[in-house]
């Protein structure tokens, strides 16, 4: 390298202005955006149907993909990252996964074909194996309406698709699948519950708008429904009606126990 | 003896300590005197530090431990003293094992490092501590494009997988050395950490975080200010840490405009302000947002985020806020994170995330 151009380099380096900002300022100026990122758009599911912006945009691709016929999981994992998400695809097949598995979620919206793992934790195939369609839940409760006019619907991150805000329910999802996540310094969970006694409720609550919870509590529905039928355990009635009423506590339970007697 | 208190802690169900004892402990913290009188005893060595005389250390063990053992039962207070005693020292035997193991282990990774930095660096042609900047780059496939884009001559480039270990939930510091990613940094920078450090070995005369212009590159961005708060604290004292701001759009145009035929901006309101300045319809340009390093060109990344006459950098300072912040916003305690980014405005839950400011622009009429 000639002289020349090294001095040239050397003066460019001097020249350059550069802005000087606190650490303090600028680290909580940056995790202050990540946070709330995570809260509002990652972690915690939105009540209205009860769905993560992952599992909404998945289902909302296979509303279009995979209704009936089942596709490969790449297929609606590849379509789903290029449209709406733009992140990885191992993320969003997990999360497709979870959709899928009957012990991981009460009422699965996704029916999988294929190895999709199991309750020991073996993994599941890779997503170019694996197919999967929506199942009835989702077909008849989740997307009766989202097509039909009364979704809001906004442009995705480079303003070239239409993705669904929310996707309006026929009842609250959110509610009868329970929900978890952990975002920033908040986080939420949600056990799931019964669709038949969630739906009891409902027709109770329409029909007298001012119902208390002891009017619905033991009578219409009898707490968290888990999907591998645990068993819930409580002292007392007054001891479930707490935690329903202050949206907080601890519930204990007793997995279903199979004793396999060794034949002599 | 040991056996006893083993037995005693087993009956009493004094929990709270789940490794195995050893003699050790118990022969640390408790002090018997047992007055015995033998004819003819035996010692050991030549120096007779003990008395070993079998006859007398059957009998010793067999009076002892039943007495010893009717003692704990009946003073349950004393009993519950000696016990705490024993695991505390017991505790401390571990965690000084620990301690030495963890030692060894890090000693022989700066060792390793010495003589060998990790094959993902690129280095520069000048090494010299006066001019040279190394890079840390997000993620491998904008390390690929900052490997392309960079001017070899001078800058350095260390892409880094992923989201980094918050060094500021670890302790003791030397532990994050275990961290192969970390591990990385701390060699290719050369000054090495705590007592070692020194600031003459700093190989690097710019040190820039070169993260994307995502949110998720807001995190690795202060996963890595965390990083050098804690393990090298004077190297961003002495302002030699940077942090690079890649553009948010680029709007490539038909007709020439100060010269260029693309131009870069960096927040929305330079976005703004340049299409109102030079009389051009926002609609009309196609304006790209960039998501990621990866998306760029090289011949993009030099221009925007790595050559010294264009690019944007953002010199980090120390000021007295500077650790507590970092330990409110990373540390352990999750009430004060959660206050901090909500509850002492409630202004997080309140501002617009980039998904909700689309939703406005739709639920305004256009609906499909």
Redesign the interface.
């Known amino acids: 390298?000639s002289e020349s151009k090294?001095i040239k380099?050397?003066e460019?380096?001097i020249?350059?202005k550069?802005?000087?900002?606190?650490?303090?300022?600028?680290?909580?100026k940056?995790?202050?955006?990540?946070?709330?990122?995570?809260?509002?758009?990652r972690a915690i599911p939105e009540v209205a149907d009860g769905l993560k912006?992952v599992h909404r945009r998945i289902i909302f691709v296979m509303s279009k993909l995979a209704t009936h016929d089942f596709k490969k999981s790449a297929r609606i994992v590849g379509e789903t990252m290029g449209k709406f998400h733009?992140h990885g695809d191992l993320s969003i097949y997990q999360s497709l996964i979870r959709l899928a598995r009957p012990f991981s979620i009460r009422y699965p919206l996704i029916i999988g074909q294929g190895n999709f793992g199991s309750l020991d934790g073996d993994n599941p195939a890779a997503m170019r194996y694996t197919e999967a369609r929506l199942s009835k839940i989702s077909t008849n409760f989740f997307l009766s309406f989202l097509h039909s006019?009364c979704a809001?619907?906004?442009?995705n991150?480079?303003n070239n698709e239409?993705e669904p805000?929310q996707i309006p329910t026929l009842f609250p999802f959110l509610l009868v699948n329970g929900a978890s996540g952990i975002g920033?310094?908040?986080r939420s969970f949600l056990p799931s519950h019964n669709l038949g006694e969630i739906v009891q409720t409902l027709i109770h609550v329409l029909d007298n708008p001012a119902a208390t919870l002891d009017e619905i509590l033991g009578k219409k529905f009898f707490g968290p429904d888990l999907p591998l039928r645990g068993k819930i355990l409580f002292e007392n009635l007054e001891s479930l009606k707490k935690i329903y009423s202050e949206g907080r506590g601890i519930l204990n339970v007793l997995a279903p126990i199979n004793i396999e007697k060794k034949k002599s | 003896m040991l056996s006893v208190i083993n037995r005693y802690i087993n009956e009493a169900k004094l929990l709270g300590f789940k490794e195995k004892l050893t003699f050790s402990d118990v022969k640390q913290s408790l002090v018997l005197v047992v007055s015995v009188l033998v004819s003819s005893p035996q010692f050991e060595g030549q120096t007779k530090r003990r008395v070993r005389s079998v006859v007398a250390s059957k009998m010793i063990t067999k009076f002892f431990n039943s007495a010893l053992e009717s003692y704990l039962l009946k003073n349950s207070l004393q009993a519950g003293k000696i016990v705490d005693i024993i695991f505390s020292q017991a505790r401390r035997r571990i965690s000084i094992l620990e301690l030495k193991d963890l030692q060894s282990k890090v000693s022989s990774t700066l060792k390793m490092d010495i003589f060998q930095l990790p094959g993902k660096l690129a280095s520069a042609t000048i090494k010299s501590p006066l001019?040279s900047e190394l890079f840390i780059v997000e993620g491998d496939s904008a390390g690929g494009t900052a490997k392309m884009a960079r001017?070899r001559?001078?800058q350095a480039v260390l892409p880094i997988r992923g989201k980094i270990l918050n060094c500021e939930r670890v302790f003791p510091k030397s532990k994050t050395l275990l961290n192969k990613e970390i591990s990385d940094v701390v060699s290719v920078i050369g000054t090495g950490i705590a007592e070692k450090f020194s600031m003459e070995k700093l190989r690097y005369n710019k040190i820039i975080i070169l993260a994307d212009a995502d949110?998720?590159g807001?995190?690795i961005?202060?996963l890595l200010?965390?990083l050098f708060?804690n393990l090298f604290p004077e190297i961003?004292k002495q302002?030699k840490l940077?942090?690079s701001f890649p553009p948010l759009y680029s709007v490539p145009l038909k007709k020439k405009v100060d010269g260029r035929r693309v131009h870069f901006f960096f927040s929305d309101q330079e976005l703004e302000e340049f299409f109102q300045k030079n009389d051009l319809i926002r609609s009309k340009a196609s304006i790209?947002?960039f998501?990621?390093l990866g998306e760029m060109n090289p011949e993009q990344l030099r221009q925007t985020a790595m050559?010294?006459?264009t690019?944007?950098?953002?010199?980090?300072?120390?000021?007295d806020?500077?650790f507590?912040?970092?330990a409110n916003?990373?540390g352990k305690n999750?009430e004060t994170?959660?206050s901090?980014?909500?509850g002492n405005s409630g202004i997080?839950?309140e501002?617009e995330?980039?998904?909700?400011k689309?939703?406005e622009?739709?639920?305004q009429g256009e609906?499909?």
């Open positions: 390298m090294v380099k050397l460019s380096l020249d350059e550069i802005k000087e900002e606190s650490v303090s300022k600028i680290s909580s940056l995790f202050f955006n990540y946070s709330r990122m995570v809260v509002k758009e912006v733009p006019g809001d619907f906004i442009s991150y480079d239409f805000y920033v310094g908040v | 001019v001017d001559s001078f949110l998720d807001d995190h961005k202060v200010i965390t708060m961003v302002k940077f942090v790209r947002r998501k990621g050559s010294p006459a690019r944007r950098l953002v010199c980090l300072t120390v000021d806020k500077a507590a912040t970092l916003l990373m999750i994170r959660r901090y980014s909500f997080a839950l501002t995330t980039e998904f909700e689309r939703s622009s739709v639920k609906r499909i």
